[in-house]
């Protein structure tokens, strides 16, 4: 029996709400609805969720105020955030409350879906995972190590940062957005090749005088790191 993923969505707009939980079982999640702060607060403590879909701002209690309040209580379910406040320091008030993503509006449902599904496969204990592994290839968190087979690749601090988000994602693909986002900071395309830049040092790091590549470019998407092996065993 496939287990269905259910979200909690904490939204004051009603009618953006029906809208949001309409799509989200439309794609086959289980949805459950708080119109406040405080209710979305009860909500998320007293029940499991695989992902929390915040509203930043909420009568009763605004949502960052929610996401530090369940952090408070060891309720560590991923939470998304979602805000018509889109800056950068924004974004990093709404990470450092505690927050795991953060979607600025207006945004496209397709990649909300995206991003609810990435958090939703690493629902847990933060940090729970000091250590990545696809294949042969192993990346330690804590002494930022990257090692192949044994033996250590040296990386510089934006190629440790990619390759720590794409092995945290390992086997799904990982949109052009989501790295900018995520390793770059960037809440804009700078209409540059930084991201196909880092991915080519990256890879050639990575794959020189090893047999099995990893890291592939998944054309019109983004990028994937995946041990063909494993899917294939």
């Known amino acids: 029996m496939v287990t269905r993923m259910k979200i909690l969505i904490i939204e004051d707009d ?5 809208y949001l939980a309409k799509a989200f079982r439309e794609a086959g999640i289980v949805c459950d609805h708080a119109s406040d702060g405080e209710s979305g607060l009860f909500m998320a403590s007293e029940n499991s969720y695989d992902v929390l ?4 701002m909420l009568p009763r209690r605004d ?4 996401i530090s309040e369940l952090r408070r209580k060891e309720v560590h379910t991923p939470v998304l955030i979602l805000s018509a ?5 924004d974004r990093v008030t709404g990470l450092r409350a505690g927050g795991d993503d953060y979607l600025p509006k207006p945004y496209a449902f397709n990649e909300l879906l995206a991003r609810v599904e990435v958090l939703g496969r690493r ?3 933060p940090e729970q995972d000091m250590v990545y592994r696809v294949g042969d290839l192993e990346l330690d968190r804590l002494s930022h190590s ?4 044994g033996k250590e690749i040296p990386l510089q601090p934006r190629e440790f940062r990619l390759l720590e988000y794409l092995m945290k994602n390992a086997g799904q693909v990982v949109t052009r957005t989501m790295l900018l986002e995520n390793v770059w900071d960037y809440h804009f395309d700078p209409q540059t090749n930084v991201i196909d830049v880092h991915v080519s040092r990256l890879r050639s790091k990575i794959e020189k005088d090893f047999d099995l590549p990893l890291l592939r470019t998944v054309r019109g998407a983004g990028y994937m790191i995946k041990d063909d092996r494993t899917a294939s065993a």
């Open 123 to 125: 629902k847990g204990t």
């Open 63 to 66: 949502g960052l105020s929610v």
């Open 53 to 56: 879909v915040v509203d930043r």
């Open 85 to 89: 406040l889109g800056q950068v320091d």
């Open 14 to 18: 009603i009618e953006a709400a029906a």
């Open 146 to 149: 990257v090692r192949r087979q």
